[in-house]
């Protein structure tokens, strides 16, 4: 099992930029497909970037790709959320989620956005962009 703690959420104006971070405790070695998703109400959660912790491999949603950037620090078992030039469509909760990659980092990044392949989640942290 995996745990997972958001942070670094809050209230920017647009244009402006935050950076999330999810750290993860437990099995941290067998989870290393981590993605971050948001949800707004009456919405579907919508996958935002992926990352395969092994290689650093990448996958981004076309309404974020050249504004977010996903990363890890696999020392400090945490994976962060770079989020740049926000607008207020970006507002939301966001979460991120991990699961196991057994076929490496293809297996992780094909279906990295997806929010039924993830297996834990953490509680989400608010991200509120205001025009």
């Known amino acids: 099992q995996v745990q997972l703690v958001e942070s670094g959420g809050g209230s920017v104006q647009a244009g402006g930029s935050l950076r999330l971070s999810c750290a993860a405790s437990?099995?941290?070695?067998?989870?290393?497909?981590i993605g971050w998703f948001r949800q707004t109400p009456g919405k579907e959660r919508e996958g935002v970037a992926g990352?395969?912790?092994?290689?650093?491999?990448?996958k981004y949603g076309d309404s974020v790709k050249g504004r977010f950037t996903i990363s890890r620090d696999n020392h400090k078992n945490t994976v962060y959320l770079q989020m740049n030039f926000l607008e207020p469509e970006d507002s939301a909760m966001y979460y991120c989620?991990?699961?196991?990659?057994?076929?490496?980092?293809?297996?992780?990044?094909?279906?990295?956005?997806?929010?039924?392949?993830?297996?834990?989640w953490g509680q989400g942290t608010q991200v509120t962009v205001s025009s």
């Open positions: 437990g099995d941290t070695y067998s989870n290393n497909c």
């Open positions: 990352i395969y912790t092994g290689f650093g491999t990448t």
């Open positions: 989620a991990a699961r196991g990659s057994g076929g490496g980092d293809w297996d992780c990044i094909t279906r990295a956005l997806r929010t039924d392949e993830y297996d834990y």
